[in-house]
């Protein structure tokens, strides 16, 4: 018996074994019969009160990082693989090339707390089929394929462990550009490519999430993608897998109607949040998530900062991402906006921490609301002219002030129309600047 059979045929027992014990999952691995709603919320509680956290698209496409043969190849960076349809055998090749010397997990993770990110979730394998983690299912990894041959994802764990960082992984479980029946949108494109996905599925997907949730610790979330051709036994085969990483957060895309934890809107806020469920939008900060040299199309400090508090005002998280160099950094644009995001959560995190959706059902003329209990943040995008804020609720006010100068009262007085505040002549802050208000009761909220 070979090294690989003997290896799957111990994990199929394995399998085996935990099916055996485990109930048969109904929906992504975890029973929903088995656990109840106050379970459900326990194990929530640490990614709703995050509220903001960071995505890494890093593989080996960040080489040529958008251009193939001299060609300036159009879509995002990840997909260069298919867009160009290079061969198998042609791309393979940029392994060899993938020496990111200046990966740095430490900094990565001090990047991202410090611009007030709770959890981390990276990419450790894509649809062009690169491991970015040692695995013994595939030597198509970073491990054994590159000059690098450290595993990023090892140092990451111990750097989020000794920074108190959750982290999560994605993994690319369907599409697969690289190895035999790998799903691949718009089809193959290379013979090399075809084969049975199931096969594809039980061989390399199923023993790769093995490893994923086996050999780094504690991980907080696994992150499906693109659903493309699963079937129901497939999610089942892959759902199951979620027990080895109990507490796991899971999203919505395994396929075959699998829902997960999270829905994860691409893009772009939902104009009123998504009810009833736990949501994640994801995001890019110019328009690519993997690196790509020529994309410049950066969205500004305030752009992200408002989308942030505009997201935690309808109840979601904001998973914004970054697509490192291929020599492990992550591009300076990023980082500047990243420590100006900083800057604003240092004094104003308090309004996105722990805070749950508006209770304003119409957006208010002059920005966002957050609520923490009695105390509702008032996020100003627009700084009244005449410096009175008006808040449409009944409710008395006990306090108010600015997070920037807690210690100075705002005066209230209630109108007809509800509750207006006396502000300043100017803004603190020209991209937000944020009023507590704490009230009495639960909001009560006037005709908007
Ligand atoms: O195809 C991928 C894409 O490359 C990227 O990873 C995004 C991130 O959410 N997901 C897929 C498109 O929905």
Not at 243 to 272: C, F, K, M, V, Y
Not at 309 to 316: E, H, L, V
Request: with cysteine; charged share 20%; aromatic share 10%.
């Amino acid at each position: 018996m070979s090294e690989w059979h003997a290896y799957s045929w111990l994990l199929a027992v394995l399998a085996g074994v935990a099916l055996l014990i485990s109930p048969a999952p109904a929906d992504s691995g975890r029973n929903p019969t088995v656990e109840t709603q106050q379970e459900r919320d326990a194990r929530m509680k640490w990614w709703r009160e995050a509220r903001f956290g960071m995505f890494i698209h890093w593989g080996i496409y960040s080489v040529p990082a958008g251009t193939w043969q001299g060609k300036q190849i159009g879509g995002i960076g990840e997909w260069i693989m298919n867009h160009a349809k290079i061969p198998v055998a042609d791309y393979a090749k940029l392994a060899g090339q993938f020496n990111p010397v200046k990966f740095d997990a430490d900094e990565w993770v001090r990047i991202a707390k410090d611009a007030g990110m709770k959890y981390i979730v990276i990419t450790s394998k894509h649809h062009d089929g690169f491991a970015m983690f040692c695995s013994k299912a595939s030597s198509y990894n970073i491990c054994d394929a590159t000059p690098f041959k450290r595993d990023p994802l090892k140092e990451l764990a111990a750097a989020c462990r000794k920074h108190r960082m959750s982290l999560g992984f994605y993994y690319s479980q369907a599409q697969d550009w690289h190895h035999p029946g790998g799903a691949a949108h718009g089809g193959h494109w290379d013979p090399a490519q075809d084969g049975d996905m199931a096969e594809y599925v039980s061989k390399i997907a199923v023993p790769q999430v093995k490893e994923i949730l086996s050999n780094y610790g504690k991980v907080s979330i696994l992150w499906w993608d693109t659903p493309t051709d699963m079937t129901p036994e497939m999610m089942t085969e892959l759902g199951a897998l979620v027990s080895l990483q109990p507490g796991i957060i899971t999203n919505d895309r395994l396929g075959a109607g699998a829902q997960g934890d999270l829905s994860t809107p691409e893009q772009h806020i939902p104009p009123e949040g998504i009810s009833g469920r736990d949501w994640e939008t994801c995001m890019t900060v110019n328009d690519t998530w993997g690196y790509k040299s020529y994309d410049n199309n950066w969205k500004s400090a305030e752009t992200l900062i408002r989308n942030l508090i505009d997201i935690a005002s309808k109840g979601g998280n904001y998973l914004l991402n970054v697509g490192p160099t291929a020599e492990g950094v992550f591009p300076q644009p990023i980082v500047e906006r990243f420590v100006a995001i900083g800057k604003w959560m240092k004094v104003n995190g308090d309004a996105i921490y722990a805070t749950t959706a508006s209770p304003f059902h119409k957006q208010l003329p002059w920005g966002r609301c957050t609520r923490k209990g009695s105390k509702l943040f008032l996020h100003v995008f627009d700084w009244p002219a005449d410096g009175t804020l008006r808040v449409p609720i009944t409710n008395d006010v006990r306090k108010a002030y600015l997070l920037s100068s807690p210690k100075a009262a705002l005066r209230c007085t209630k109108s007809g129309d509800g509750v207006e505040v006396s502000l300043p002549a100017s803004a603190p802050d020209p991209i937000a600047s944020v009023v507590a208000l704490e009230i009495e009761g639960e909001p009560v909220v006037a005709q908007q």
